[in-house]
């Protein structure tokens, strides 16, 4: 045989492999999930097989924070991801790619600002002048902000320190910020690792969080039954989490590496529930404003109601949507 015709023949043998390879991870929908409480349905509907009960094939990839996830829907690694509401308020700014399906799961007291009680920072207002380290775009960032005004104190007034979530714990302990506006399960680590020093300082419910499952526009049409099936998956996961709450928390902290403590830190402010609401789009509306105003984002406020595709969920739980169009 010749070099040229073995060469060949290896070339079209590893375009069959590929091939091959392709057709086994054609059907798997990539899922991109945010570590957090709030991501739980979608862990016990893994856990307990309810994906594979719709026969739909999902890949679950972790992501640190809902931002993250959505950079990976719209970068084309995913078909699927988790995002809070003000991640998919800046990215609507610069793509209509994506549509939200469902809201997921809500918190009330997602975000916290936590400070040393050393640092002698008792209440919002002593954040005037000080450096508090948040991840800039963010839920937190929003929150901060929230919290900042209705304290009668000027945003612009505080030293924002954008940090990555993996280093935040570390300045606040080293004294390199005064204080941080993070969401959970980072909040948390904060917390525990200051110990008798930890402060979370007592704000007003500024906002609801909404954590929303949210889809590549290209891909719907494609994925139309396997989207259903998810989401039915996901509202029998919910209902697990009603009616046995201690097998939940086992998968959550399994999931999520966490003990007693952690999930009694976060597990009374979460509420699990399949839908679409209007406070949903008064709620983008609002952050939108506020990311124009601030000078974070440009253009026009976008149309959120375009944002939103209701079908899936119409049919998979009827009633559940209750948005004005």
Known sequence: ??????TTRRILGLIMLLSLTFEC????LVFAVARTAMSLPIYVAQSEGYFAAENVSVRITDCAFGK??????LDGKAALCT??????????FTSNRFAILATLATNRSDAKIVTRKSSKVRAPADLRGKKVGVAVGTSAHYFLDSVALLSGLDPASIQLVDLRTDEMTAQLLTNRVDALSAFEPFA?????????DALVLSTSRTYTLTWNIVAAKDGLTANDRDVEGIL??????IHLIEIDPGRAQSILKARLDL????????????AFELGLTQSLIKTMEGEARWALRSGYAQGREPNYLRYIQEGPLNR??????????
């Open 25 to 28: 991870v054609a059907g798997e």
């Open 83 to 92: 995002a809070a509401d003000l991640p998919i308020v800046f990215a609507s």
């Open 1 to 6: 045989m010749s070099v040229r015709a073995w």
């Open 232 to 237: 039915r998956a996901l509202d029998r996961a």
């Open 316 to 325: 998979v739980k009827p009633g559940s949507v209750a948005i004005v169009r």
């Open 68 to 73: 993250l996830c959505l950079s990976q829907l």
């Open 188 to 196: 948390f680590q904060a917390a525990k690792a200051l110990a008798d």
């Open 259 to 270: 003990n007693d403590e952690g999930v009694a830190w976060v597990w009374p402010d979460l």
